[in-house]
């Protein structure tokens, strides 16, 4: 049997066009060699900086791209999603705001970053009317973020009982000291990581740079907490 993947190996846009049939079709057909995808919103952020407002087609379209996530995941329960967004664009209102937020819950994006709008030299957004404060642009980034963790907290929290394959990145005495590792959902200096105890069996060694069985039996911030086996 074919171990998953553990880098990510394909790239969507959201929000800006829907994602197609094909697109669907690509992730079932590596759903059994990648369980991991990034999700690019770089569109997203270009129609908020052209203040585009969304008409009830492109909603539609909303509603079938988290359909298509749906059905990803339905084909490879475990995969997981990350993606990048940012608020705090000129003239971006509080119900704008809200609707991002809406996004983030109803998407359950697994690992999700958020920057607060920043002018950027020679960018056409510099230009635009409505510039934020800096301290409300750094508000609501906090609050995505605030949304984008409990999500991901929760998302955790269902590992516990499973059986996870982790790639081991320090394991002090042979890891009779326990260690730490990643998953294949875990990017390095990113994410997370897994948080080894010593090894059930006194026979067991971890050795950096090699892959291990772990049980997952609680979870710590957003880190997991697992067992060798």
Known sequence: MLEPATESIESFNIRSRPVNESSSLRVSSVAPLAKSFSISTSK????????????PAELDEEEQNLERLQRWREACPELVIRSTFIAGFPGETEAEFEHLLG???EAQIDRAGCFAYSAVDGATANELPGMLPTELREERRARFMAVAEAVSTAKLQRRVGATMQVLIDSAPALGRKGGVGRSYADAPEIDGSVRLL????ASKVLRVGEFTRVRIIGTQGHDLIGQPI
Do not use: G, L, V
Request: hydrophobic content about 40%.
């Open 44 to 55: 997203a952020i270009a129609r908020e900086i052209a203040k585009e407002k969304f008409t």
């Open 103 to 105: 996004f983030m819950r």
């Open 198 to 201: 010593p090894p059930e069996k």
